[in-house]
């Protein structure tokens, strides 16, 4: 079964950095497309960043472009995010999501739907 733990949220000031972690155990992660998702408060969850099996492609929402990267290394079976120049409105719990089994190598996929296995959220808090 698989199974995915999120870490390295926190607290930060504004313009700061962190970088979550998110271990996937099971056997599944090579053949997993992943993908970030956030939610803050009162709002619907998110796409935040989406890599593609292979790891060759990525997205990366407008409102995190040029600020965040996703990346995964499939040799540890683990997916990051890195965020720099953080804002208030970064605050949100995130989400680590994995496409297992139905991801081919290239595709990115940005819909909460797409995606059928989920890990338990890590909270960042971006204080101004």
């Known amino acids: 079964q698989v199974q995915l733990v999120e870490s390295g949220g926190g607290l930060v000031q504004a313009g700061g950095s962190l970088r979550l972690s998110c271990e996937v155990s099971?056997?599944?992660?090579?053949?997993?497309?992943m993908g970030w998702f956030r939610q803050a408060p009162g709002k619907e969850r998110e796409i935040v960043a989406a890599?593609?099996?292979?790891?060759?492609?990525?997205y990366h929402a407008d409102s995190v472009k040029d600020r965040f990267t996703i990346s995964r290394d499939n040799a540890k079976n683990t997916l990051y995010l890195q965020m720099n120049s953080l804002k208030p409105e970064d605050t949100a719990v995130y989400y680590c999501?994995?496409?297992?089994?139905?991801?081919?190598?290239?595709?990115?996929?940005?819909?909460?739907?797409?995606?059928?296995?989920w890990g338990q959220g890590t909270q960042v808090t971006v204080s101004s």
């Open positions: 099971g056997g599944t992660f090579s053949s997993s497309a």
């Open positions: 999501a994995a496409r297992v089994a139905y991801a081919n190598g290239i595709d990115t996929y940005t819909r909460a739907y797409s995606y059928n296995a």
């Open positions: 890599i593609s099996r292979i790891g060759g492609n990525t």
